[in-house]
């Protein structure tokens, strides 16, 4: 079956530095994708998302990339602060979402 | 513009319990899907809804479960005979009617802990 994935299940940045977070997904068919930012006690928080006919997209703050020839997808946040600390899962559509299990991100001040 | 609510937050029942989850889509979405989420997990897909129709149920367990979201009321979440493992939080999205919107919109959860 599909399946999705981080590389890293935790991060640490300091505050005002760029964070990277990845993910990789198995189904070659995935035609989209969409990066949630879940903070402690919340549900999921919709960042932004990517259709397979793009490799880039970008929002405030946000940037996602998807490389379909290796299967990759990376969430890029600009200038990251402390309220930015968060779960971050990155689902992909095939017959249904399938979400990672995603990464804890930690801003240090 | 409301969000996509649920109720209770948080629930807590007995072991052979049952636990009934509510969920009312944000205004004009007519989709609806439950997820349910163990500790340091990822949310894993259970069953996906339009009103009065069950698309997708492939990812609930065939026992104790089920599912509905009729033409008037929230979507509910009911699970029959509670047993410790399904202590979880179990989320709601909803999304708009048609293919090319796809974003789902989560609820806030309920959280469900059976004793």
């Known amino acids: 079956g599909e399946s999705v994935g981080l590389h890293l299940p935790t991060l640490s940045v300091q505050e005002g530095d760029n964070s990277i977070i990845n993910c990789a997904y198995s189904?070659?068919?995935?035609?989209?994708f969409i990066w949630y930012k879940q903070e402690s006690g919340k549900g999921p928080q919709f960042i932004i998302d990517?259709?397979?006919?793009?490799d880039k997209r970008q929002g405030q703050r946000v940037t996602v990339l998807l490389n379909k020839t290796v299967k990759h997808l990376s969430l890029q946040i600009a200038a990251t602060q402390p309220g930015d600390s968060a779960v971050y899962f990155c689902?992909?559509?095939?017959?249904?979402?399938?979400f990672g299990t995603g990464t804890s991100l930690t801003v240090i001040p | 513009n409301a969000g996509v609510m649920q109720n209770p937050r948080h629930l807590v029942r007995r072991r052979g319990q049952e636990a009934r989850l509510r969920c009312s889509p944000m205004?004009?979405?007519?989709?609806v899907y439950w997820y349910r989420q163990l500790p340091e997990e990822g949310l894993k897909f259970m069953v996906y809804?339009?009103?009065?129709?069950?698309?997708?149920e492939s990812g609930m367990p065939k026992e104790r479960f089920s599912a509905e979201f009729p033409k008037e009321g929230p979507s509910i979440l009911r699970i029959q005979q509670v047993v410790r493992g399904d202590s979880a939080a179990y989320f709601c999205?909803?999304?708009?009617?048609?293919?090319?919107?796809?974003?789902?919109?989560f609820g806030p959860g309920t959280r469900l802990l059976v004793l």
């Open positions: 999205a909803s999304s708009p009617p048609g293919t090319a919107s796809q974003t789902q919109y």
């Open positions: 189904n070659s068919a995935s035609d989209y």
């Open positions: 990517i259709r397979s006919n793009m």
């Open positions: 689902a992909e559509k095939g017959n249904q979402f399938y």
């Open positions: 205004k004009g979405h007519s989709h």
């Open positions: 809804l339009q009103k009065e129709n069950i698309i997708d």
